[in-house]
């Protein structure tokens, strides 16, 4: 017997708007590109696991970029992979949204000053919503990520602007960080 049975068997309506409706079930169901780079990715598959369970956020892995909403960019960026991660994101359909976890995925990380062949900061080659600090970051840090991203989503607006709000709709999004 739960909480709330019997509470609401008489009148059960609820109004909201659509949009706050729609943006609750996209917040609620974010499926995101299922890959790793490098040590960060360990932490990632750390928070898939039983003791931190993403899927009670509704946050699931997919293997198929077009099925994706959100790519975590977990580990060392390297040049040779940043046109792979390119094309992998550009395979996703809108909207869709990027999470890069850890310092090197930021910003090269250690490999910051003499790594010629990593690139510095993933945001070279792709839009990022989210950037999440640490080396490795861990996974209480990556659930803080997804939240963010959950409050972002909650607040967008989707519904197609009138042409006198286009202007002010068309701003750019601030990448948010956590701290
Ligand atoms: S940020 Fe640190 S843990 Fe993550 S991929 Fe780079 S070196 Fe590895």
Same mark, same amino acid.
Not at 137 to 147: D, K, Q, V, Y
């Given at each position: 017997? $739960? #909480? %709330?049975d019997?509470?609401?068997h008489d009148s059960n309506i609820i109004i909201v708007s659509l949009e706050s409706a729609l943006n609750w079930a996209r917040k609620s169901s974010l499926w995101y590109e299922q890959f790793g780079l490098a040590c960060c990715a360990i932490e990632m598959m750390a928070t898939a696991a039983s003791d931190y369970d993403f899927d009670r956020f509704g946050i699931i892995p997919r293997s198929s970029p077009r099925q994706a909403d959100v790519m975590i960019v977990a580990g060392t960026v390297t040049m040779k992979m940043a046109s792979r991660i390119e094309r992998l994101y550009e395979q996703m359909s809108e909207p869709r949204y990027v999470i890069s976890m850890g310092s090197c995925s930021n910003s090269g990380g250690p490999y910051w000053e003499h790594g010629y062949h990593v690139l510095k900061g993933v945001d070279k080659v792709i839009p990022v919503d989210v950037y999440v600090p640490g080396c490795p =970051?861990? =996974? +209480?840090? #990556? %659930? +803080? $990520?997804? %939240?963010k991203l959950q409050e972002r989503i909650?607040? +967008?607006t989707i519904i197609e602007p009138r042409e006198t709000e286009q202007e002010s709709? *068309? +701003? *750019?999004k601030e990448p948010i960080e956590v701290e």
């Open positions: 017997m $739960g #909480l %709330l019997k509470k609401y =970051p861990r =996974p +209480e840090a #990556l %659930l +803080e $990520g997804f %939240l909650s607040n +967008e709709t *068309e +701003e *750019e």
